[in-house]
């Protein structure tokens, strides 16, 4: 049976052959007795579009570019105008950039968490000293660096100062011994680092693109001083913080989780901090039977490979989900900062939304709504790279919670994010 219109627009936007979601389809009515689902999204994506682009002054019958530029400058005076709140901060001054991370921290739950204890950490930061950050500093053992030095700093410094073979197998070697004693409530910590890390970073911030990451095991985001000099900088570094706060509860959780198995804990622990995914291909159902089965992808293999395998199949992402919420919290930036609250709601509920329109020559281009994909863009546009995955992650979300529902998915993804994968 051929497939109706809307499947197959939404196909086209997830690059998914049509047969395969239609299949989805079927196996998902059956199993929840609901239908129209792909319809109710189509017309509901339409209608967004449509308010979207009032409110931009375009009209509905305009090209990839003009709604793609749109969208941009909407960014870019959008980060001017939280610049400008947040006092033009110097963000290579740390006091400065620290109003950044408190806003984050406001937009953001700081939830308690489950992490590594503080003395274990030490513990393996004197089992394996690191030897570049020693050098860096001028220190002859950890013994002595830990007397003048903030822990969660140098566990930070690790990310950009140590080379990662030696992180990966070495050091990081030392988390299959950890046990669920290593670790214990406390607060997460968000904090910008001293500039005497700025010299040693630069490397760190050229492969990554950012200066802002994170140590999930030990619930700390950390930011290094400097500013990129690119349009959309404060939004970019709002955003990831925002996102980054909700991801490390969310693995908090599964810590917390991985308890119940303390023979598989470490293993589990490890898995989760890799962001493992399932490696090869579903074996062939039996014949006549038929169910849907879906992947737990919890990063964005696109940006790795746009052609990974699994990005044709049926999946759900939790990496979304914390976009989506930090999202919602820069839509909230508005009830602190009160000038703002007219001009970020225009981002509200955007992070599934996306559509084709016709280029200069008449072929149809995939213009994402997403706001971190229009960041995204917005800071790669010197290379004229152009985000759309944020957006597709987004909407495989969007189709599960529609047969589901929001908590359902939550509850699979939490259940079976070890495995990589669930059946329906």
Same mark, same amino acid.
């Given at each position: 049976?051929?497939?109706?219109?809307?499947?197959?627009?939404?196909?086209?936007? !997830?690059?998914?052959?049509?047969?395969?979601?239609?299949?989805?389809?079927?196996?998902?009515?059956?199993?929840?007795?609901?239908?129209?689902?792909?319809?109710?999204?189509?017309?509901?994506n339409y209608f967004i579009i449509s308010d979207r682009l009032?409110?931009?002054?375009?009209?509905?019958?305009?090209?990839?570019?003009?709604?793609?530029d749109a969208l941009i400058g909407k960014v870019e005076s959008d980060d001017f105008r939280i610049f400008e709140a947040l006092g033009s901060p110097n963000l290579t001054i740390p006091e400065e950039m620290q109003r950044v991370v408190d806003l984050a921290a406001k937009i953001s739950n700081r939830y308690l968490g489950f992490f590594l204890k503080k003395d274990v950490a030490v513990q393996l930061l004197k089992k394996e000293p690191p030897k570049?950050?020693?050098?860096?500093?001028?220190?002859?053992?950890?013994?002595?660096?830990?007397?003048?030095?903030?822990?969660?700093?140098?566990?930070?410094a690790l990310r950009f100062l140590e080379d990662p073979e030696w992180l990966n197998k070495v050091f990081f070697r030392q988390y299959e011994n950890l046990k669920p004693s290593d670790f214990e409530k406390r607060e997460m910590v968000a904090r910008v680092l001293d500039s005497?890390?700025?010299?040693?970073?630069?490397?760190?911030?050229?492969?990554?693109?950012?200066?802002?990451?994170? !140590?999930?095991?030990?619930?700390?985001?950390?930011?290094?001083?400097?500013?990129?000099?690119?349009?959309?900088?404060?939004?970019?570094?709002?955003?990831?913080?925002?996102?980054?706060?909700?991801?490390?509860?969310?693995?908090?959780?599964?810590?917390?989780?991985?308890?119940?198995?303390?023979?598989?804990?470490?293993?589990?622990?490890?898995?989760?901090?890799?962001?493992?995914?399932?490696?090869?291909?579903?074996?062939?159902?039996p014949d006549g039977t038929s169910r849907a089965r879906l992947l737990i992808v919890q990063?964005?293999?696109?940006?790795?490979?746009?052609?990974?395998?699994?990005?044709?199949?049926?999946?759900?992402?939790?990496?979304?989900?914390h976009w989506q919420k930090a999202e919602e919290g820069i839509v909230r930036a508005g009830d602190y900062i009160p000038a703002l609250k007219d001009h970020l709601r225009f981002w509200e509920g955007l992070d599934w939304v996306g559509d084709y329109f016709k280029d200069e020559v008449g072929h149809d281009v995939l213009v994402s709504f997403n706001l971190v994909d229009t960041i995204m863009s917005l800071v790669k546009e010197k290379e004229m790279t152009k985000y759309l995955y944020h957006h597709q992650e987004a909407l495989w979300n969007k189709i599960f919670i529609g047969y589901f529902g929001k908590e359902k998915m939550m509850k699979l993804i939490k259940d079976n994010i070890i495995r990589g994968w669930f059946e329906i």
């Open positions: 049976m051929e497939p109706n219109e809307d499947l197959q627009k939404i196909a086209k936007i !997830l690059r998914v052959d049509h047969h395969i979601l239609d299949r989805f389809r079927g196996d998902m009515e059956k199993t929840t007795g609901k239908s129209g689902v792909f319809s109710k999204i189509i017309r509901e009032d409110k931009l002054g375009l009209g509905r019958n305009v090209s990839a570019l003009e709604v793609y570049r950050i020693l050098l860096a500093l001028g220190y002859r053992n950890v013994e002595e660096m830990l007397k003048k030095e903030d822990l969660l700093e140098v566990f930070s005497k890390w700025l010299r040693a970073s630069e490397g760190f911030i050229k492969k990554k693109h950012h200066n802002v990451s994170h !140590l999930k095991e030990l619930g700390v985001i950390f930011v290094l001083p400097v500013s990129l000099g690119i349009s959309g900088e404060t939004l970019r570094l709002l955003s990831l913080l925002s996102h980054y706060f909700n991801e490390i509860h969310f693995y908090s959780e599964l810590f917390e989780r991985a308890v119940k198995k303390e023979e598989d804990f470490a293993k589990n622990i490890i898995s989760l901090l890799r962001g493992d995914v399932v490696e090869k291909r579903f074996p062939e159902m990063r964005y293999l696109a940006k790795d490979d746009s052609n990974d395998w699994r990005l044709f199949e049926p999946r759900i992402n939790p990496e979304a989900i």
